[in-house]
């Protein structure tokens, strides 16, 4: 029979994030388990891949002063790139109300230790981008070492090194079954057999309540779709450009190959499990587009090229992190909200701890366990986008 020290379940960029700090760490019995017959089907793949430091919780902000410099240093830690681009990220507000709480934030990641986030004027927004139509905007928030990265590439060099050092990978397999006994976790049930290990993580993304329900717990994740646009290629913008969040209404866009990548939050969206892009969508997209960026009306759009991904969403919509309450040996890593990617370095890091010596100096972990729902103690990141 198979066994190992520790079953990960789910191999996107999380999953191969915690394979690869627990092989750093010295781990080398670690088996990943993937339904699909490749990684990154699930959310990874989908992913916009923005990194930034600007969020209104101290430990949504610690966990990215880790990972945004492992992502500025990964092609010499692993051997592999990951396409880190510091262009930043541009918060432009229009009320006194988005300044106030833009200020707030500022003064948070200041007490944090990130160095490089400042406040700018609506003058200098308009300065930077005069292609913007700023008028209405009275200032902003702008961090130059925020930026972008390529979460396919991320992922991949996440799990090859970890293969290269010694983790196992099986795609192509389900779990059908979780096995405890008296002492907790005892083993795993999958289509190719069983495997004996005494500590699994549950990375499984936005279908992590299923994986936690084998065990008898109810986990608060759901899958909630969002939809990218890309455009094709078009140089009436700067392609130097940051991510260019709206506080008006939550579009953002960035630049993207020789075009730009339009997001937003529709509010009318509803859980569930809807991996289709609604052509339906572009029009209410363009339509914000074009009212921030004047020259966007002209934007060519191939709606066959634009696609919906699974944000992982918690009530509070920070993660959960840490071994499941009344369960020993089962771990979490889920509910990320939209931020696993800017986020996995962090979380491999944590999860590598919580495992291996059962704390972290990385974090105040008790902050993120499972539990906090249960006794109130929720603690709400209102910077999600």
């Known amino acids: 029979m198979q066994t190992a020290d520790i079953v990960i379940i789910g191999a996107g960029i999380v999953g191969s994030s915690i394979a690869y700090h627990l092989t750093a760490a010295g781990c080398r019995n670690v088996l990943v388990i993937e339904r699909e017959s490749s990684t990154g089907k699930g959310s990874t793949g989908k992913s916009m891949g923005g990194v930034r430091a600007?969020?209104?919780t101290p430990v949504s902000i610690q966990m990215s002063l880790y990972s945004i410099p492992f992502y500025?240093?990964?092609?010499?830690?692993?051997?592999?790139?990951?396409?880190?681009?510091?262009?930043?990220?541009?918060?432009c507000a229009t009320s006194e109300h988005h300044m106030a709480y833009l200020r707030a934030n500022y003064s948070q990641q200041v007490k944090m230790g990130l160095k490089k986030a400042r406040l700018v004027t609506g003058d200098e927004i308009r300065g930077m981008f005069p292609q913007l139509r700023g008028g209405d905007i009275v200032g902003g928030s702008f961090c130059s070492t925020d930026g972008f990265v390529d979460p396919y590439s991320a992922m991949?060099?996440?799990?090859?090194?970890?293969?290269?050092?010694?983790?196992t990978l099986w795609k192509s397999t389900l779990i059908t079954g979780i096995q405890r006994d008296a002492n907790g976790i005892a083993g795993i049930e999958t289509s190719r057999g069983p495997v004996t290990t005494r500590k699994v993580v549950n990375c499984a993304g936005a279908w992590a309540a299923s994986v936690a329900a084998l065990v008898g717990i109810e986990l608060p994740v759901q899958p909630l779709r969002r939809m990218l646009v890309p455009s094709e290629p078009f140089d009436d913008f700067p392609h130097t450009a940051p991510m260019i969040v709206d506080m008006s209404n939550g579009f953002h866009f960035r630049p993207e190959a020789r075009g730009f990548l339009l997001a937003w939050n529709d509010p009318e969206e509803t859980p569930g499990f809807k991996t289709e892009f609604d052509p339906a969508f572009i029009e209410k997209i363009l339509t914000r587009a074009a009212d921030r960026v004047p020259s966007f009306a002209n934007l060519p759009i191939n709606p066959k090229r634009a696609w919906a991904g699974l944000y992982e969403m918690t009530p509070d919509h920070h993660p959960i992190l840490g071994e499941a309450p009344g369960v020993p040996g089962f771990f979490l890593a889920n509910g990320f909200s939209g931020h696993g990617v800017m986020h996995a370095p962090?979380?491999?890091?944590?999860l590598s701890d919580l495992i291996l010596t059962g704390k972290t100096d990385l974090i105040d972990a008790s902050l993120l366990g499972l539990s906090r729902f249960a006794e109130g103690k929720l603690i709400h990141e209102t910077a999600v986008l």
């Open 72 to 91: 500025a240093s990964f092609e010499e830690r692993l051997g592999f790139p990951c396409d880190y681009r510091p262009q930043g990220y541009l918060f």
């Open 54 to 56: 600007q969020f209104s």
């Open 156 to 167: 991949t060099g996440f799990m090859t090194w970890a293969c290269d050092h010694g983790v």
């Open 346 to 350: 962090a979380t491999g890091k944590i």
